[in-house]
């Protein structure tokens, strides 16, 4: 649903936002998970082309829209879904860099919390370090999808970069000794702006490529696994649905 307060970045136009939004990166994904795993979706977004759609999955209106790549792009999009556009819960849902033993190439990981070098959390002025974590009941359905669609999902703690080419990538072998499972750019300002909002978020990612191994996933492979992380991240999305 909307409210009458002015969006800078989102126009509805021919469908309202559901409850519960899942977010890719990528508009064009967006586009892609529309049409391939919602039932009848409408275009409700094109500003910047960011696109936005809502449809249903098994009977329960759920939405997708692209968030963009790091943390600024994303805090911006999820604070007017949350603020403006009524939205309770966000899924994040793409690919990260594997970091730990415990992932290989397909695997999904449920982000339990996100290290970051990000400054971004300052904002909310909080004595000490406001640290970004998921929102257990969403984590909890997840893990629950996981185990009944055979999907090998690992829970823990994920590192979010505000750098994709990071000037020292000895870096790498730092975080994983600390316990880190993966690396991307979006997480933890979902979940700061989801505290802040005091709304729920979660993030579901599939690991494309290990920094340590050099293994990669082909275009094709990567298909085949982000619809297991899709199924999971439908799922959950179904069950927070109220």
């Known amino acids: ?15 309202e936002i559901a409850k519960v939004v ?13 049409e391939h795993y919602l039932d009848n979706p409408v275009c409700f977004n094109t500003v910047r082309n960011m696109l936005g759609y809502t449809g249903t999955y098994r009977g329960k209106k759920i939405s997708v829209m692209g968030s963009g790549m790091g943390i600024p792009s994303m805090g911006l999009y999820a604070t007017e879904l949350y603020n403006q ?11 990260a860099g594997g970091l730990s ?4 190439l397909r695997d999904v990981v449920v982000a339990m919390a996100a290290s970051t070098n990000s400054n971004y959390g300052a904002a909310y002025n909080m004595p000490g370090y406001l640290a970004p974590a998921a929102s257990y009941d969403m984590l909890a359905h997840s893990v629950e999808a996981a185990r009944k669609l055979n ?10 970069s505000d750098h ?7 870096i ?24 802040g909002c005091h709304k729920k978020a979660l993030s579901i990612l599939t690991i494309s490529d290990h920094l340590f191994t050099g293994e990669a996933l082909s275009a094709e492979d990567r298909q085949e696994s982000f619809h297991e992380m899709m199924e999971v991240a439908l799922e959950t999305a ?5």
């Open 238 to 242: 179904w069950q927070s649905v109220e």
């Open 164 to 170: 994709f080419y990071y000037p020292r990538p000895e």
């Open 172 to 195: 790498n072998q730092q975080l994983r000794d600390l316990g880190h499972l993966a690396v991307e750019m979006e997480t933890a300002g979902l979940y700061w702006t989801a505290v």
């Open 101 to 104: 033993d415990q992932v290989k």
């Open 1 to 15: 649903m909307t409210k009458s307060s002015i969006s800078a970045s989102i126009s509805v136009t021919d469908a």
């Open 22 to 34: 899942l977010m890719p990166g990528d508009p064009l994904r967006a586009k892609h998970v529309a």
């Open 85 to 95: 556009f009524d939205v309770d819960a966000i899924i994040r849902i793409g690919s």
């Open 151 to 160: 999907v090998n999902a690992v829970v823990g703690t994920v590192y979010t």
